[in-house]
Every structure is written in C-alpha cells, then in structure tokens.
C-alpha cells in the first residue's frame, strides 16, 4: 500500500468513526475500553490526530519538541463531531501534501519513509479506535482484507519488537498468524528477550488462521476468535492478549 491508499483508508475510517460517535452520543460507555466513554475516545483520538499532524507539518525530529499548546482546547459536547473532523481534515491534508523525502520522527522498525509511516500509522490508530466506538453500538464494521493484513503486519513487525514490549516469557514460545483472506502469514517467538518476528510460515507451538480483520481485531484485544481459528497451545494467544496492551501514555 502506498501514502494515498492509506490516506483513501484514513477517510473511510473516519467517516465510520464519525458515523458511530454521533450514533451513540457522548456518554456512552465503550466495551472495548471499559474505563472509557465516547468523549474521552474522541478526545484521544483528536489530540492523537492533532500531536500526528503538528509532527509532519512541522517535520518535528523527536516528541519533546512539539509544542505545548499543539492541543488547544477540548470541546464542549456539541461540538465533539465537527471538533474530530477539524483535526481529522487537518491532518490528511497535511499527509497528502507533505515531501516525499520528509524527515521527522518516527518509532517503529522497518517503516517506510515519514509521510507513509504517518499515514498508515493513522489510519490504524483511527480504525482500532473506530472499532472502539461502534463498539457502543455493538459489532464493528470489518476491515478490508488487504488493509487488515497490512495492520497484522504493523503491530506483529513494527510495534512487537521493541525494546519495551512486555511480551516474554521465561521458556520460548512460538506463534504462527495466517490471514485466510488476504496474503499474510508471521511468526512470532516468545521469550525472555524481545520478541522476533518472521515473516512467513514454520512450525509453531500455537497457530491462528483466521480471515485477516478477526485476527486484526483480536491481537489489538477489540474482538475474540472464533475457537476453531486456534490450533495448538491456546495458552500462547491468552500470553499475547496479557502482555500486548500498547497505551498512548
């Protein structure tokens, strides 16, 4: 996938998030996140949106740069909706129109150049957090195929090897992830080091094969497989739900 295609996918997300905050209104409580309500969901994701797009625009080198008051003031209630939006307008426009070749932070490995890292970095932030707020309503709506396998790859490949991920376990561990409706499979070793991550198919104690926004969902911890998607050692996908619990703080 390329800027635009995310960027395409970023629109979409937002839309369905939209769709779900004015559904459920302000005061709803979110299963996903339990010690949420909408409004604080909108709010996080509005200063995630804002804090993106003043990094970009700004090609910003590293976070204690960005500047205090890159927030603004939260919204009153009715203007949660239209308040989202602004940052959301704000911030594809700055993707879209940013340098090729821009330079500013980033945090993962095996990223692509900035402006796609933003953009792709964003669209899932928006989806997982769409998913949070249709959650309020009840199931959420599946991602694409191709752009649940790319969010797989992401979070198996970018965010689960570094240095601070809390996934370890004192006798190693091995997980296989295969998407059924999208090319994509990985292959995840658990153990008193950082986890690595393969791309491709091997042997493992544990191996979940499930259409690719099921398995999406369920390692973001938005969503439970089907018990037939797991094969083997179920102890090792409850390991991954446990210790895999990314914060924005």
């Known amino acids: 996938m390329d800027r635009d295609d995310y960027i395409s996918a970023l629109d979409h997300e937002g839309d ?52 205090d008051d890159f927030l603004g003031e939260l ?24 340098d090729p070749d821009l330079e500013c932070f980033t945090f993962l490995a095996d990223a692509p150049p900035a402006a796609t890292f933003w953009a ?41 090897p570094r240095k601070n991920s809390a996934l370890r376990s004192d006798h190693p561990r091995t997980l296989q992830v295969v998407a059924t409706d999208a090319p994509g499979a990985w292959h995840v070793t658990i153990s008193a080091d950082q986890p690595v991550t393969l791309r491709g198919t091997y042997d493992a104690d544990c191996t979940v094969t499930a259409p690719a926004s099921d398995v999406l969902l369920a390692l973001w911890n938005r969503g439970c497989l089907d018990p037939s998607a797991v094969d083997g050692d179920r102890s090792v996908v409850g390991l991954f739900g446990d210790r895999v619990q990314i914060r924005w703080a």
Request: hydrophobic share 45%.
């Open 75 to 98: 919204p009153a209630d009715a203007d949660l909706t239209r308040w989202f939006q602004v940052g959301l307008i704000r911030l594809r426009t700055t993707l879209a129109n940013a």
């Open 16 to 67: 369905l998030f939209t769709a779900a905050i004015d559904a459920a209104g302000p005061d709803a409580p979110l299963p996903t996140c339990p010690e949420w309500t909408i409004r604080d969901l909108v709010h996080h994701q509005g200063e995630v949106h804002r804090w993106a797009e003043t990094v970009v625009r700004g090609a910003i080198a590293k976070p204690s740069a960005i500047p």
């Open 120 to 160: 792709r970095r964003q669209t899932f932030e928006t989806g997982i957090h769409r998913a949070d707020a249709e959650s309020a309503l009840g199931q959420p709506t599946p991602f694409a195929a191709a752009l649940a396998a790319d969010g797989i790859d992401e979070l198996l490949t970018g965010f689960l």
